[in-house]
């Protein structure tokens, strides 16, 4: 009990300073990320930060080759017709073609425009903040861990070795289907990288973004005959810290389930 009133006090606090000062934090955000007349002009004057590069890389560890994403599966209608957010699976795993496609249908290449690689996914500006990590809890071939999406050459990359189910089942406030997934996307954003271009208005245009690549993933699930939801209630500060951001400069926006069904 004293931990609870220890833990809703600060919070009793915080609301009600956000009370006093006439906006709630969600309705400041609004605000401030408004497109004006006057915030044009002001980026016109005030530089916006520089853009990061456009790849994450990590060098110092081996890359594994995903088969080529070359399914065929239902129609785009019937995906459409079929699909929902499925949260139970059974203990089938998933197999290396099918992550294969669901990391393609995410951030998959899919051409090459004025020296820009084009995406499956669209992207303002065609700045592509997205970086995609995998939560691996049971794939044929691959070792329990969690990977980095490489998609230049659509390769992954692990980058922590060991069973993370129930460390993003309890950052994902306990729900059951982060731990009886096969695989857990997640979707994290260099938020400079729209905002070089952009300045603050890039933050809603990256939220957009994250809805484009959760419904291709949905769509791409439906077709393979996988069940998947999308997860947006989950502790920041844990998971960030899970995938190695620092939860500012880039940070996850959200979560991905996929498993057999």
């Given amino acids: 009990m004293i931990k609870i009133k220890i833990i809703i006090i600060p919070i009793f606090i915080l609301s009600f300073l956000s009370i006093a000062n006439g906006a709630t934090t969600g309705e400041t955000f609004h605000e401030e990320t408004k497109l004006t007349w006057t915030q044009i002009l002001k980026d016109l004057i005030i530089p916006n930060p520089a853009k990061p590069p456009q790849f994450k890389e990590y060098n110092d560890k081996p890359k594994i080759v ?8 239902i129609s785009l209608e019937d995906a459409l017709t079929k699909r929902r957010s499925i949260r139970e699976y059974s203990k089938n795993p998933l197999t290396l073609p099918e992550v294969s496609q669901l990391l ?6 899919t051409g090459k425009q004025f020296g820009t690689l084009l995406r499956t996914a669209p992207s303002a500006g065609a700045l592509y903040p997205f970086e995609i990590y995998i ?8 070792k329990k861990g969690i990977y980095h999406y490489s998609v230049r050459d659509h ?4 980058i922590k070795e060991g ?7 309890h950052a994902a406030l306990d729900q ?6 096969g695989v857990v996307f997640v979707l994290s954003a260099i938020f400079d990288r729209v905002r070089s271009k952009y300045g ?16 291709n993933i949905y769509l791409q699930a439906t077709s393979l005959g996988l069940g998947s939801v999308v997860i947006g209630a989950f502790i920041d500060n844990d998971i960030n810290e899970l995938v190695g951001v620092d939860g500012k400069k880039e940070a996850v926006i959200a979560l991905h389930a996929v498993g057999k069904i």
Avoid: C, W
């Fill in 176 to 181: 059951e289907m982060m731990k009886d997934a």
């Fill in 200 to 215: 603050e208005r890039g933050y809603r245009y990256t939220y957009m973004e994250a809805g484009h690549i959760s419904q």
């Fill in 163 to 169: 069973d993370f189910r129930k460390d993003v089942m």
């Fill in 104 to 109: 393609f249908s995410a951030q998959g290449i």
């Fill in 155 to 158: 390769t992954i990359i692990l």
């Fill in 66 to 73: 995903m088969p080529a994403p070359e399914y065929k599966g």
């Fill in 135 to 142: 939560i691996v809890n049971d794939v044929e071939t691959l």
